[in-house]
């Protein structure tokens, strides 16, 4: 394996099209496309979905699962950055996240309705922490 430098082009053009290839998911997945398909997929009953049990209002289930995310990778973050900073294996760490919002993302296309509301809560869940695990390591 060839270490690259600081200030490599290849370096550089693989940072570009990481940064350029996850702008894509802020775009259609957190802000844009999904919310709109989720909002319409559970729109029926009156807008309100069940879930683990409860009745919950459709866009305040997918705000509880985005904030849930964001909490999981808030306690994750500081250990596994250690464990980064001591092993020196930023890659894997940024790999590893990067494949599960990947393959987390995908699994929305399964997500057609209330039928599969788990799907779409479960996909959310893992593509955002996905995401925002992979940008911890890319900017470690």
Sequence with gaps: MIALQKGD???????????????????????????????TVTRGNNGIVQFLGRDFNNSSLL??????????VALMSPILSGITDYTGNKKRFMQFFCY???????SLFFFTGQDTLWIGVLGTILASIGFWGSIVFFFI
């Design 100 to 106: 599960l919002g990947s393959f987390s993302v995908m």
């Design 9 to 39: 082009k290849k370096l550089i053009n693989a940072s570009v099209f990481y940064d350029w290839a996850n702008s894509v998911y802020i775009l259609v997945i957190a802000t844009a496309v999904f919310p709109i398909y989720y909002e």
């Design 63 to 72: 705000s509880y699962s985005l904030s849930f995310s964001i909490v999981i």
